[in-house]
């Protein structure tokens, strides 16, 4: 495989689809936007739209794994979704237990000052989208350049 150097990280969900965008140079990755979903299933076109923007080297998709670890009843369209973005994009793509992510970017959204309005109209999925992208960053650190 190809040296990675930029990645796009999806918390995926039913109804939204957060996405981030990490860099292995830098080691730090950051909130880009919340997709919409309807069942799971995202504009197509926006995702194309992220995927020639950034032009990422890989993509990160979050699992939804239960607290003792076994695949949650979501983790199966979480891999499907992964597969797609491989099957559409061509672009090599890795898994990452998200667990407590969201719980996480609630915690933070709090301390930014408060939630204003409802998670639905103010989502936190790109913010757990990031954490879940970091944590896949600082576990898979980039080799050194040679």
């Known amino acids: 495989m190809a040296t990675i150097r930029l990645l796009l990280g999806f918390d995926y969900g039913t109804r939204q689809i957060g996405v981030a965008v990490g860099q292995m140079i830098t080691g730090q990755a950051r909130e ?4 919409k979903a309807q069942n ?3 504009d197509w ?3 194309e739209a992220l995927i020639k923007e950034w032009k990422p ?4 998709v979050g699992l939804p794994l239960n607290m003792d670890g076994t695949p949650s009843e979501m983790c199966a369209r979480a ?3 992964a597969r797609r973005l491989n099957g559409r994009y ?4 890795f898994t990452q237990d998200e667990r407590l992510t969201t719980f996480e970017a609630k915690g933070e959204r709090m301390a930014r000052g408060g939630q204003k309005g409802t998670y639905r109209d103010n989502p936190v999925d790109a913010i757990a989208a990031r954490l879940l992208l970091q944590s896949w960053i600082e576990e898979n650190p980039a080799p050194p350049e040679s």
Do not use: H, R
Not at 57 to 60: C, I, L, M
């Open 45 to 47: 076109n926006q995702v």
């Open 90 to 93: 061509n672009v090599p793509f």
């Open 79 to 81: 891999e499907k979704f």
């Open 32 to 35: 880009l936007c919340t997709l």
């Open 57 to 60: 080297d890989a993509v990160v």
């Open 40 to 42: 799971g299933i995202p």
